[in-house]
């Protein structure tokens, strides 16, 4: 059995799960190797959910204990789930296994990163004083109605379609600020798939008014009402982002990066990027999936119940990047 906190120490991941496992925001298709657990090694597709060619098996994530990274060497080895020759994307993941992945991959193609800080709130600050909003402002849960706009404004809109964004403020909880003269989106947030708080955008002309904090202080219980613990990704240079989610009592816990990778065939020739073939699991191969009792194996791996929200609990109506920008 592979512990717990080998999991939880990559939250990410962690809340990955839980999300899929309770919400189903999305549909993802997790492998294992074929020596699991003795090789601790979980791919999960799609990474995002606008993948090239609409292949979903053209974006993944990692999980890999760091104390047994060597396992990542058996993506090495994978042929049949992945096509090394096509562009790939990988979410945000740990640094240390996108490391040992690039000693692999540095032999294929480039790997372009974009990176990213975990933090984690274990302890919400409530000392907080915050000002009042204004009377010509309010806060109110996201709807169906508000969707094209959050897409619009999210900085990520490339590798994530607005279908997610429409599911997300139906199933978890999204909260944004609004004129209440024009009905105009002035800032928002939301629980997104892998189980971050979705980065926050406040429109230029409305920072500075404290709305910043006022949405991740509210989103932040939300969250911790719903049984899932809150992080968020924070770009190492926006010191705006990390001191506002300090002050909440967000800490930062582990360096990951979100990665394009383009093989070497396709940077030198320009060759329009082929079609990537339909994958079928070879039970002889190192990976295999996990389809029957997912639920079952995934919730004792992680320690996750999928029933644990309160009794009559209502579910709140409300996806990647988590690169904050606010505010």
């Not at 708080?197 to 404290?210: A, D, E, N, V």
């Amino acid at each position: 059995m592979l512990p717990l906190n080998d999991i939880e120490a990559n939250n990410d991941f962690h809340q990955t799960i839980r999300t899929y496992l309770n919400d189903r925001v999305w549909d993802f298709k997790f492998y294992v190797s074929k020596e699991w657990p003795k090789k601790p090694i979980i791919l999960h597709f799609p990474g995002c959910t606008l993948t090239p060619n609409n292949n979903i098996y053209q974006s993944f994530g990692i999980f890999c204990p760091s104390e047994q990274i060597e396992h990542v060497d058996l993506m090495s080895t994978e042929d049949v789930l992945i096509d090394w020759q096509q562009p790939l994307y990988l979410n945000f993941t740990h640094i240390a296994i996108m490391n040992r992945l690039d000693d692999f991959y540095k032999k294929i193609g480039l790997m372009e990163r974009l990176e990213g800080d975990i933090y984690v709130c274990n302890k919400l600050n409530t000392d907080l004083e915050l000002d009042e909003l204004s009377a010509e402002a309010e806060m109110r849960q996201l709807t169906v109605d508000d969707v094209k706009r959050i897409h619009d404004l999210y900085p990520a809109n490339e590798i994530e379609c607005v279908d997610v964004f429409e599911i997300l403020v139906k199933v978890l909880p999204g909260l944004g600020i609004f004129r209440k003269d024009t009905n105009e989106l002035a800032a928002w947030m939301v629980h997104s798939y892998y189980g971050a708080m979705f980065s926050m955008q406040t429109r230029p002309h409305y920072r500075r008014l404290g709305y910043g904090i006022r949405l991740a202080t509210a989103l932040t219980k939300l969250v911790i009402e719903r049984g899932y613990q809150p992080f968020v990704v924070i770009r190492p240079q926006n010191e705006a982002s990390r001191c506002l989610y300090t002050k909440l009592g967000f800490e930062k816990v582990y360096e990951t990066c979100r990665v394009k990778m383009t093989p070497n065939c396709l940077q030198t020739n320009g060759a329009h990027e082929p079609t990537a073939p339909e994958f079928e699991v070879d039970d002889n191969k190192e990976n295999k999936p996990i389809d029957e009792g997912i639920e079952d194996m995934l919730a004792e791996k992680c320690d996750i119940s999928k029933g644990n929200e309160a009794a009559g609990q209502e579910k709140f109506s409300t996806t990647d990047e988590g690169i904050e920008e606010d505010k």
